[in-house]
């Protein structure tokens, strides 16, 4: 019906400026980033290592800010600035695509790096990192359930191998989680070899914990005859 198009057309314009409020919310607040504007007096290096400008030369010195440029053959190329612009010249961190030339247009945002913050979020993302790695558990020779890795509530645990090739004989595996500080619960249990690929490295941990120890332990069923070593391979990531 023609009332019902023209309400759906009425929403549509409603909706369409709402969208443009909020661009030109965006649009006002990075144009308060920027402290100069200028253009190019003079081709910069070939290997677009450096930008000329003059005019630089009596305005403040903009080293550590950022650099973007608004036209020519790179437009939209943004670079942090590594070197006292005062004498007019503005030294890029990572060169631009190529010479930047006489009569190219380049802002000035006041956006300045600390070296010391991004070396600290360097290393907060290096924590958060997945990080894979291998032991050894020895089983002794006993029927009594062994703790064959234990992991601190700080990990979470991707993935967990046990390789099973020593064994000789039947036995559980284990994993468990901690609830209260000291006691854990049992949250899952494989035999072997019936639940394990037989005579190769299998993934056993389907349970992944947060903010909770979490162990692994293995109790034969039939005596070993002698110690047996379990290489683990496990890659956990710090929460």
Known sequence: ????????????????????????????????????????????????STLICSDLTSRPDYDGCLVVIKSGSYIGQPRQIN???????????????????????????????????????????????????????????????????????????????????????????REHSQVDGVNYRQVSAKAFPGDFDPGTKAVVCGHTQKNAAYKITLQSSVLEGAPRDIPIRYTTRAI
């Open 83 to 173: 070197g006292a612009t005062t004498g007019g010249t503005v030294i890029p961190d990572i060169p631009f695509g190529g010479q930047i030339v006489t009569g190219i247009k380049f802002a000035i945002l006041g956006i300045r790096v600390n070296i010391v913050e991004v070396a600290a979020i360097e290393a907060k993302l290096d924590g958060a990192a997945a990080q894979p790695a291998t032991t050894v558990f020895t089983l002794q020779n006993n029927l009594l359930e062994q703790d064959a890795i234990t992991f601190a509530a700080a990990l979470r645990i991707l993935d967990i191998e046990l390789d099973m090739n020593n064994l000789t004989q039947a036995c559980t595996v």
């Open 1 to 48: 019906m023609p009332g019902q198009f023209y309400q759906e057309a009425k929403k549509e314009r409603t909706d369409l400026s709402a969208i443009l409020s909020a661009l030109g919310e965006v649009e006002q607040k990075l144009e308060s980033l920027v402290v100069y504007r200028g253009e190019t007096t003079a081709p910069g290096a070939g290997d677009g």
